[in-house]
């Protein structure tokens, strides 16, 4: 339906988000304080700045991801998360600066592999 609700295990609290496109793929929280939140659904990764009592109205919008998304998957120090597209395309988003993305491409002569991402997964280091 296009909605995501989250649910704070301490308090209760629910957080929905909705009017999102057909499909969410996936949720994770990254950053130095899990203070940012990262939606891929349909072909495109948004991501949200956590404020004091709510999420921030306006996320950065990363894409294309062609073809439905693979992801979010955060790294475990929280330093970036990353999602991919059916074309191979794998976008990274750094904490530090969650308004900019790192492409590492699908197609191409310089693609990574060129084969549809369906999951991801980070290396501990």
């Known amino acids: 339906r296009g909605e995501v609700r989250i649910t704070d295990p301490d308090s209760g609290d629910e957080l929905s ?11 994770a929280w990254f ?19 956590r404020a004091p009592d709510d999420l921030e109205p306006e996320p950065w919008i990363h ?7 693979a992801g979010p998957v955060a790294r475990r120090d929280g330093t970036a998360v990353a ?34 991402v369906r999951a991801l997964a980070w290396a501990p280091d």
Do not use: I, N
């Open 31 to 49: 950053g130095p304080e899990h203070d940012l939140l990262a939606l891929s659904c349909d072909d495109e990764l948004l991501v949200w700045q």
């Open 63 to 69: 894409g294309p991801l062609p073809g439905p998304s």
């Open 17 to 27: 988000l909705d009017g999102l496109g057909d499909r969410a793929r996936g949720v």
């Open 83 to 116: 999602a991919g597209g059916h074309d191979g395309t794998v976008l990274v988003v750094p904490s530090a600066a969650p308004w900019e993305r790192w492409t590492l491409p699908g197609h191409g002569e310089h693609a990574a592999h060129g084969r549809r």
